[in-house]
Structures are given as C-alpha cells and as structure tokens.
C-alpha cells in the first residue's frame, strides 16, 4: 500500500448505485413500506403480508437496513422517518412513483458508454414525440418535486394576494403549480397547455384540489400552439428547458413575452448549472440523463438562461436557489 489517504469508498458506492435502485425499488414495488407502517414489523409478517419468499424478505430487509430505510429495533423493523414519511402509499407526500419510475428506467444506463460515444440517445420515446405516453407515467411520479419551487415562487411574487390574475402553466403536467397557487389565491384562474392525456391527468388532480372550476387547459404542442398577447401575469415553464435546444427555448420564451401583460413574470424552474459548470452536483448529473433520454437534451448554465431571455426581450432577469436540486428563474 501506498499510504495514501485516498479511499475508494465513493468509486464503490457509485459502481453499485444500481443495487442500493434495485433494493429501494423493490421495496417499493412491494409495498413493504406501506406493510412496515401497518404493523408488519417481522420478517414473517412482511414475509405474508407482501406475499414474498422468506429468503427474498430476508435479503430485501437487510438491504432496507444497509441503506438506512428500514430501521431495527429490539428485532423489529420499522420505517426510518424519512421512509415513513415519503414511501408509505396513501400519505399525500407519497414519492414512490418517482422511485418505481426511474427503477423501471434503469436498464437504459448500461447503454450510457455508447451513447456518450455517439451523442445518440438510446431512448426512441424521446422528449419530442408528440402525445409520449412517457409523460403519462413522468408527471405524477415528479409531482412533489416542483412543490418547494411553487411555493418559493408564490412568496417572491405575493401571489397569495396578487388579486385576479391569470397564470399561464406550458408543460404544466400534473397541474402542481396551478393546485397549490389557486388554492391560495381564491380569485386567480390558470390555463395549462400540455398534451391531451396529461392535461386530463392535471384537470382530475386540480379537481381534487377544489380548484378545477378555475383550471382550464390547451392541448396540443407548445412549439405550435399561441400562448396569446398580453393575456397573463405569469407564465410558468418548470422542467423543460432542459428537454429543448436552445433556439426553441428562445423561440418558447418569445411566446411568453408577448402572452405576458406589461409588469408580468415568467417564473422558469430547472436544473441550472454555474456558468463554469463546476456544480451544483445534482445538476451536472441530470445532464447526462438528458443524454441518455433526449436528442438535444442537457443542463443549462445561468449564462445560456441570461442570453435567451434577454433575446426573446426580458430585461429583469434574477436567479433563486430552491430547497430541491432545481434553480428559480424569475425574468420581467
Ligand atoms: C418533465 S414534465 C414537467 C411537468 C411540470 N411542469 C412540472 O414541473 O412538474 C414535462 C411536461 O411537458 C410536457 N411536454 C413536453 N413536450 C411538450 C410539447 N412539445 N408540447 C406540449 N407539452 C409538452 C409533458 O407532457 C410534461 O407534462
């Protein structure tokens, strides 16, 4: 050995990243989160309760363990808080859905050495097909992932007492920003544009929120359909720039300059990288998963959102750091 203080601890982590996916996913896929939670605290109990081999119980729960989801006890299981907190199904910040999703996903990264070769996604249904039944399954697994985002935005902007205004949502998706914006602005109306499935996903998910009668909702693609001039005080694009090209970027942020009334906000929310890309690490990541799923896919830079506003003719454009991984991209 060479004394050094170097370890390969993290190299170790990262080559297995898919055993510590696959024992989440399928403790997941399995319930045994939500059986933890009833009372199922036994490797017998899960055992039967999630109709599992005793052997397959028996590696899955050390798994859990090694992980730190799953907690014993006195020679009891019980979910680590935050388990307990985010897996169990039922509870509205349910975040299993964007475990299975990206579980089910996993095999496309044993393809990443050729992609990275050629620049040619391995995924078919990429971003730009029309009516992806992608987004079907996409939108209600990352629902709770723009939710510090809207929050953080409606207290920048004073929505909640921003009176009468009309929001629109492009790539809107599950309908997140106009469920928790209109329940907090009893006078604000929304109009999402989106694909037609995923619009009928987000008019049942405002419609549980009590503000479906102000949701309203444009089918169709957001390259092709007008966003209308001067119609709406705030405009939301959350998570697709990074799916775009730049000149179709610009090109979208020129459709909301002129759908946007005099004094309106265009709130982005993305993973946006520094300017040198040296972090943030989450962003830098995301961008090989663009890599592997989308033709023009990848992580921006604050500079690249800088110039395509300024070109599409904001002049008021601010940076905001949010408690998730993503960036607020507020521009006037
Ligand atoms: C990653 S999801 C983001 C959803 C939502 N904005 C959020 O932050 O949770 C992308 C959304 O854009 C929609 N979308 C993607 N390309 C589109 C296009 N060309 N026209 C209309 N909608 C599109 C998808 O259907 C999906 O709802």
Redesign the pocket.
Known sequence: MNGSQLSPERIMQAATGAWAAGILGAGVIHSVFTHLESGADTREAISDSAGLSARGTNALLDGLVGLGFVELVDGRYRNSPEASEFLVEGKPTYTGGFVAFHFADMARWSGMPDVVRTGVPIATDT??V?D?PL?ED??PA??L??VP?ALYAAEKLGLADAGPISIL??????G??SAIWLAMNHQARSTQ???TK?NGIAAAFTAEHDVGDRFHTVD????T?DFGTAEHDIG?????AH?ETPDDNVAVFRKFRRALRPGGTLVI?DFVVNDDRSGPPFPLIFCSMMLLQTRHGATWREDDYRAWLDEAGFDDVSFHPTPSPATLVLAR
């Open positions: 971003a730009d029309p992806n987004w996409l939108v990352i629902t992932l723009s985002s949502d492009v790539g809107g998706g599950s997140i920003y544009v989106d694909w995923v169709g693609d957001f390259h359909v939301v694009y959350s998570h697709i799916q929310n």
